[in-house]
């Protein structure tokens, strides 16, 4: 089947204001007749959330920690992009547009990422609104910098704090829609089913994580900000909650996965240390603005950095991209760093990792400046290296970060599945097959600010739907359905736990459809899964019981699914035989080892069907037609 | 240098809200240096996990001290010895061979237990709620740079505004007092002129909720400030108790 994106007419700079007159409205007074449901109070959840309620929807909003103010959205450190201008050095919407997709290897949506460069100019203005405190110049206005992969300095920024600052917000937002009883708070629910009816997606299925108790909730529209599944690398800079269920169990009832082999390795992540590493610490790339990446220029060279010669010194991302220098986009970035350590040159103890030198910036700015840009991300290097990156450079190494794939959906933001809409990480459709930096916090109140409170009044005014509540007999059968799953998962009682199995899923992903990529490496993969699947659902050992707060059996239901999860990207990344951004195939790379594209036969968006367990998911495909940029091979030299 | 080193647990444990908890002792042994309190406390499930006994329930996200999810009392500090430091971020190498770590839950009124470790600090969401934000709707803000704000007032803000809402200002009080936590936002509100126009009235919907909650009040004993992992400071409880009164004193807003 051709997916069809439902990108509308028009030239591309008029396409979304054109669109939204034509979307029909709902009339005020009918808003408060609809209930919409949103899972996930990330950036786009919560943005989602208290935009939908302000216009007078009655939301329903669900999350998995304990506040809505946890969500890993929190994490990110360096910035938000928006075209404003306001350093007078050349950027502007076409421009953010054209640098987005470019760094997406063009394996994006032209139109949807035009309408992202739009509204990220009313993001910021938003934002300051509600009180976000943005670093500010000596004058009081705005402070800017230059990101991975951009020449324009257009990214906003809170200290090394930016991710945190615009999710408060965005939960004082939420919050306030709360106290005005137009959004009612669900915290410590993780929803497990997806419950459609006549295909449209009509509500929901959550377990209560305190007392185990399964819940229904019915709805007119389905609102999922459920984030990325790059923990099913075990190791990932994501939080420990993050996964891929409510995702997962979407695409199962229906709703297609999209580019699912599309995932990003953040160049600048601190190395890892043992076997009982539970997470990678991400370290803003904000430090590659005044930090010089280098290794030794002899492999095997173990003296410490300060004992090696600046003549004896590669700093292979200045001398291989001059123009970008250490500002390559990170796909380009961590590509070099595992090549350089794949020839013997990496540093540290297990030969893992490059050196990010802040020797010159301290002489050039001094440490004063330095620390006022970067305090908190040295001291939290200090903090869990023990090592003061004022006087050595810090080692960093790759680490799995983000996803580019997610589930499918059109320009409305709404899947194939009716009803059901998908923001923020969770789908698939801005960042192409490699995302800039300081460009997800953008695309998250994009979608939750800007975009749903719009496309979603088109499709409820626009459809019509049964009178239905929860007590339809689809809720009883899918509430059966995930009931019976806990009580097997609880009943297995085997010889390995969850973490166990997650570890050796992750290893073999991170060997085989990680960084580098190959034909039989990923057969290799999808064998070693489906055994590893098996053994899973034959010896795993989850203690405690169903009625509790229980998170070894939460934990076990997440690695059950990203046991399933992981064949249908490992089956993307076999069936899209070119590279692209953060796809990389070894059978297809320039003679300088950059990754080569066929616009011929991969141009599109690979949308995966659920077709049953233990069966090839079906491929649909959503051609890309680029008409105002031209496809070139990416280059940053 | 990394080396490994063996300690003693004291855990508390407490199957839920309306039962009684006890302190058990646990053995976690050839625990990395390089590790985090909370790996340490994996390493200890995965054996409890494989001896058939309950794993310790502990709250816990992100793991680079941001999200403001996990926090224990530990030896009677909360998040542990370090100073500006979450339990995520604290390493074990600030531990020696053969210590002894008594770990605790928050404890506090307005703090219900949920299991073990796990407490329920829905309270701080709850004052948040009463006015902690800026009354402005989407779409209706005006261009980003239209009010210019002093350096140094946008930098208050942002020491303000970098606490992770984690607790551990309400643990360390020997009152329970929320006040660290709730001026910060009245704070960081006060100060930017998006949040002047309701200030009054924030300030007194705030304090009211978190004097209903079950928070103890504020008596100078600074423990809350020596113990914020974001190193929040006391003088916003002072900013606070200012907005406070002047909303009483000279404000139309009751």
């Known amino acids: 089947m051709q997916l069809d994106g439902k990108v509308p007419g028009g030239h591309i700079s008029e396409k979304w204001d054109k669109y939204r007159f034509d979307l029909k409205l709902?009339?005020?007074?009918?808003?408060?007749?609809?209930?919409?449901?949103?899972?996930?109070?990330?950036?786009?959840?919560?943005?989602?959330?208290?935009?939908?309620?302000?216009?007078?929807?009655?939301?329903?909003?669900?999350?998995?920690?304990?506040?809505?103010?946890?969500?890993?959205?929190?994490?990110?450190?360096?910035?938000?992009?928006?075209?404003?201008n306001y350093p007078n050095d050349g950027d502007s919407t076409w421009r953010l547009f054209y640098d987005t997709v470019k760094g997406g290897d063009f394996r994006s949506r032209e139109a949807n990422v035009y309408r992202l460069a739009q509204v990220s100019s009313n993001i910021i203005d938003q934002c300051v609104a509600q009180g976000v405190p943005f670093a500010r110049d000596y004058g009081g206005l705005l402070a800017n910098r230059s990101f991975g992969g951009a020449q324009v300095s257009r990214t906003f920024y809170a200290r090394g704090q930016t991710g945190q600052q615009l999710l408060l917000g965005a939960y004082s937002a939420l919050s306030r829609q709360?106290?005005?009883?137009?959004?009612?708070?669900?915290?410590?629910?993780?929803?497990?089913?997806?419950?459609?009816?006549?295909?449209?997606?009509?509500?929901?299925?959550?377990?209560?994580?305190?007392?185990?108790?399964?819940?229904?909730?019915d709805a007119d529209a389905v609102v999922l900000c459920t984030g990325g599944y790059v923990n099913v690398f075990f190791l990932s800079t994501n939080a420990m909650a993050c996964n891929v269920t409510a995702a997962f169990r979407a695409c199962k009832k229906g709703a297609f996965f999209a580019n699912p082999c599309f995932t990003q390795i953040h160049p600048t992540c601190i190395p890892m240390h043992g076997t009982f590493q539970s997470k990678l610490t991400l370290m803003s790339e904000s430090l590659r603005n005044d930090g010089r990446v280098w290794v030794p220029k002899n492999p095997g060279d173990k003296r410490p950095a300060n004992q090696i010669p600046e003549s004896e010194r590669d700093y292979y991302l200045e001398n291989k991209y001059p123009s970008f220098g250490n500002l390559v986009p990170r796909d380009v970035a961590s590509r070099n760093a595992k090549?350089?350590?794949?020839?013997?040159?990496?540093?540290?103890?297990?030969?893992?990792?490059?050196?990010?030198?802040?020797?010159?910036?301290?002489?050039?700015?001094?440490?004063?400046?330095?620390?006022?840009?970067?305090?908190?991300?040295?001291?939290?290097?200090?903090?869990?290296?023990?090592?003061?990156?004022?006087?050595?450079?810090?080692?960093?190494?790759?680490?799995?970060?983000?996803?580019?794939?997610?589930?499918?959906?059109?320009?409305?933001?709404?899947?194939?599945?009716?009803?059901?809409?998908?923001l923020g990480e969770a789908n698939f459709s801005d960042h192409g097959a490699n995302r800039l930096g300081a460009s997800a916090l953008m695309q998250g109140l994009a979608d939750g600010y800007f975009v749903i409170p719009y496309t979603i009044g088109g499709y409820l005014a626009g459809t019509s739907r049964k009178d239905i509540t929860s007590d339809h007999p689809a809720f009883k059968d899918a509430t059966q359905a995930v009931?019976?799953?806990?009580?097997?998962?609880?009943?297995i009682n085997g010889k390995r736990t969850v973490d166990d199995f997650h570890r050796e899923l992750g290893q073999t992903l991170w060997n085989h459809c990680g960084m580098a990529r190959n034909e039989a490496g990923l057969k290799k993969a999808k064998e070693h899964i489906k055994g590893l699947r098996?053994?899973?659902?034959?010896?795993?050992?989850?203690?405690?019981?169903?009625?509790?707060?229980?998170?070894?059996?939460?934990?076990?239901?997440?690695?059950?699914?990203?046991?399933?999860?992981?064949?249908i990207m490992v089956d993307d990344a076999l069936e899209r035989k070119e590279s692209c951004g953060g796809h990389f195939n070894e059978a297809y790379q320039t003679d300088e080892n950059e990754a080569l594209r066929d616009d011929e036969n991969f141009c599109h968006v690979a949308a995966w069907e659920f077709k049953g367990e233990n069966n090839k998911p079906e491929f649909h495909k959503e051609p890309l037609v680029f008409e105002n940029v031209k496809l070139t091979q990416r280059s940053y030299k | 240098m990394t080396k490994n080193i063996n300690l003693t647990l004291k855990v508390w444990r407490q199957k839920g809200p309306n039962v009684k908890g006890r302190l058990e002792t646990y053995y976690a042994n050839d625990i990395s240096t390089d590790m985090s309190f909370l790996e340490m406390i994996d390493v200890v499930?995965?054996?409890?996990?494989?001896?058939?006994?309950?794993?310790?329930?502990?709250?816990?996200?992100?793991?680079?001290?941001?999200?403001?999810?996990?926090?224990?009392?530990?030896?009677?500090?909360?998040?542990?010895?370090?100073?500006?430091?979450?339990?995520?971020?604290?390493?074990?190498?600030?531990?020696?061979?053969?210590?002894?770590?008594?770990?605790?839950?928050?404890r506090a009124r307005a703090f219900k237990i949920i299991?073990?470790?796990?407490?329920?600090?829905?309270?701080?969401?709850?004052?948040?709620?009463?006015?902690?934000?800026?009354?402005?709707?989407?779409?209706?803000?005006?261009?980003?740079?239209?009010?210019?704000?002093?350096?140094?007032?946008?930098?208050?803000?942002?020491?303000?505004?970098?606490?992770?809402?984690?607790?551990?200002?309400?643990?360390?009080?020997?009152?329970?007092?929320?006040?660290?936590?709730?001026?910060?936002?009245?704070?960081?509100?006060?100060?930017?002129?998006?949040?002047?126009?309701?200030?009054?009235?924030?300030?007194?919907?705030?304090?009211?909720?978190?004097?209903?909650?079950?928070?103890?009040?504020?008596?100078?004993?600074?423990?809350?400030?020596?113990?914020?992992?974001?190193?929040?400071?006391?003088?916003?409880?002072?900013?606070?108790?200012?907005?406070?009164?002047?909303?009483?004193?000279?404000?139309?807003?009751?």
């Open chain 1, 26 to 84: 709902v009339n005020p007074s009918n808003k408060r007749k609809f209930n919409i449901i949103v899972v996930g109070t990330g950036l786009a959840g919560g943005s989602a959330s208290a935009s939908l309620a302000e216009l007078g929807y009655n939301v329903k909003t669900f999350c998995i920690q304990d506040s809505p103010r946890r969500a890993h959205s929190i994490a990110a450190q360096g910035g938000i992009n928006a075209a404003k």
């Open chain 1, 178 to 217: 709360i106290n005005a009883g137009k959004v009612t708070m669900f915290p410590r629910r993780e929803m497990l089913d997806l419950v459609v009816i006549n295909n449209q997606a009509r509500g929901i299925i959550v377990r209560n994580l305190i007392t185990g108790e399964l819940e229904s909730h």
């Open chain 1, 339 to 422: 090549e350089q350590c794949d020839v013997g040159k990496g540093v540290g103890e297990t030969g893992l990792a490059v050196y990010l030198d802040f020797e010159e910036a301290i002489k050039r700015d001094g440490k004063n400046v330095i620390e006022k840009k970067y305090g908190n991300l040295f001291q939290m290097y200090e903090k869990i290296t023990a090592a003061n990156p004022y006087e050595t450079p810090m080692m960093i190494y790759p680490a799995m970060h983000y996803a580019m794939g997610g589930l499918w959906v059109d320009y409305n933001l709404m899947s194939n599945l009716e009803g059901l809409f998908v």
């Open chain 1, 483 to 491: 009931n019976t799953r806990i009580n097997k998962l609880l009943s």
């Open chain 1, 534 to 567: 098996e053994e899973f659902w034959q010896n795993v050992k989850v203690p405690g019981d169903e009625k509790d707060f229980n998170q070894s059996l939460e934990r076990a239901g997440r690695v059950a699914d990203f046991l399933e999860f992981s064949e």
């Open chain 2, 45 to 106: 499930n995965e054996q409890l996990t494989l001896e058939d006994k309950e794993p310790i329930a502990f709250d816990h996200d992100c793991r680079e001290g941001i999200c403001g999810m996990c926090g224990a009392v530990i030896n009677g500090r909360a998040h542990g010895p370090e100073k500006g430091t979450t339990l995520c971020q604290l390493h074990m190498r600030h531990f020696s061979d053969k210590d002894v770590i008594v770990i605790e839950p928050w």
């Open chain 2, 115 to 254: 299991k073990d470790l796990v407490v329920d600090r829905s309270a701080l969401d709850t004052i948040i709620q009463a006015g902690g934000y800026v009354s402005v709707d989407t779409g209706g803000a005006q261009d980003a740079n239209s009010i210019a704000i002093p350096q140094e007032i946008a930098e208050l803000a942002m020491d303000a505004a970098a606490c992770i809402g984690c607790g551990a200002c309400v643990a360390a009080c020997p009152n329970a007092s929320a006040m660290l936590f709730t001026s910060a936002k009245i704070s960081q509100l006060a100060l930017l002129p998006q949040g002047k126009p309701e200030a009054a009235l924030r300030a007194i919907a705030m304090v009211n909720v978190m004097d209903k909650l079950g928070f103890g009040n504020c008596t100078n004993e600074k423990e809350c400030e020596a113990e914020c992992p974001k190193e929040i400071s006391i003088i916003n409880i002072a900013r606070m108790n200012r907005e406070f009164l002047k909303a009483g004193l000279i404000s139309t807003v009751k």
